[in-house]
């Protein structure tokens, strides 16, 4: 059993300590979507770490086919968090309320320091110009995904775009990286860690705030669960390209969209 | 033997209507090296450790984003809990094996 608590001779100390499922949900949200909330938290998992590692953390030596690999993935991600970047700097203006908007602007932070990183990384690994590098291996799908978030964003539709990047992308981001992170070299996966904590605000973030929306507007339901059969195919074709970069055979890959899916299902966009 | 240690147990209905009114186990909870919340939060919450990991009676998992919320109390169906890392809000619910989870809640 894991310990879930220790025993005390301090009597009752709990029942004046401060817990935050105690907290009403206006305090809740005030308090998560916070900028004081998100630099305490970033500073926990990030401190000491300017690149998304420790930079006493030795280099593995890596193959040459192994590294390909790893820059070839690192390259799409890069397009992802390109577009996450470019889509939620956006949104900040499309926010509807100051809550949303602030906590957009801690995304666009994370999402410049995702993309910050995974350059440095690419850089670290031989390659001499990394955003050259990412042009030429990025795959066509995670492109046209950028393309059609930016549309979105464009278009000034927050609900589609929330969707699109917050849930849709997010999601998938968190399960792929976090699997990489298991299996990759040392630093890249001490840089990917930092980078899932991140997401976990992201995802949540986009599940709440559309759940939210979709118990007040039940009707645009259909028109989310439209979309989303139209952008599904896109980025779960772009993330079986990274397991492919990273030479997993289908029977060792993760179950891709189950997080995503169960995500999706839960919003009721399953269709 | 779990090594769950209970401080004391006390009456505590709040948000367990579902279930018989008994007195509530409590812990003092120490921190787990989970550091994606603020300082004064983070005993709350620790990572899910994979396989031979299990749940307290004070913890269940985030459907949202899978890390373990905790709580000084024992939970129950009905009570409301709150996911820091990734801003969701869920009730506790009884599911079909008997097990106690967080369903989300909008």
């Known amino acids: 059993m894991t310990p879930t608590g220790t025993a005390s001779n301090q009597g009752d100390t709990t029942d004046t300590e401060a817990e935050p499922h105690q907290l009403d949900e206006e305090t809740f949200y005030g308090e998560v979507r916070s900028f004081s909330f998100w630099f305490e938290a970033v500073e926990g998992y990030l401190e000491g770490r300017p690149y998304g590692y420790d930079p006493a953390m030795p280099e593995e030596q890596l193959d040459q086919q192994h590294r390909e690999r790893i820059v070839t993935t690192l390259c799409n991600y890069c397009v992802g968090e390109a577009a996450a970047l470019e889509a939620a700097s956006g949104m900040v203006r499309l926010a509807p309320n100051h809550n949303s908007r602030i906590f957009m602007a801690t995304q666009v932070a994370d999402e410049a320091r995702h993309l910050e990183v995974f350059l440095h990384r690419i850089g670290q690994l031989g390659v001499q110009d990394p955003e050259a590098e990412v042009q030429r291996l990025a795959h066509p799908n995670i492109v046209a995904f950028k393309a059609r978030l930016l549309e979105l964003v464009d278009d000034g539709d927050w609900d589609a775009s929330v969707f699109a990047l917050n849930v849709l992308l997010e999601t998938l981001e968190f399960t792929v990286f976090r699997y990489h992170a298991r299996t990759a070299d040392a630093i890249t996966s001490q840089i990917l860690d930092g980078v899932v904590s991140d997401e976990r605000r992201h995802l949540g973030f986009g599940e709440n705030t559309l759940g939210h929306h979709l118990v007040a507007h039940p009707d645009d339901r259909a028109r989310l669960t439209e979309m989303k059969s139209q952008l599904d195919t896109l980025v779960l074709g772009a993330f079986e390209g990274a397991y492919d970069d990273l030479g997993l055979h289908r029977d060792q890959r993760p179950q891709l969209g189950r997080d995503y899916l169960e995500a999706v299902e839960r919003l009721g966009l399953l269709g | ?106």
């Open chain 2, 1 to 106: 033997m779990s090594d769950i240690a209970q401080i004391h147990s006390t009456p505590d209905s709040e948000g367990s209507d579902a279930e018989p009114e008994e007195p509530r186990r409590r812990f003092e909870l120490e921190e787990t090296g989970f550091k994606e919340v603020p300082k004064r939060w983070r005993k709350f919450y620790r990572h899910w450790k994979g396989e031979g990991d299990s749940l307290g009676p004070n913890e269940v998992i985030c459907p949202v984003c899978k890390v373990v919320i905790r709580s000084t109390r024992e939970f129950r169906p009905g009570d409301r809990v709150y996911c820091m890392p990734c801003m969701s809000r869920m009730v506790v619910v009884r599911s079909d094996d008997g097990s106690l989870e967080a369903k989300v809640t909008y």
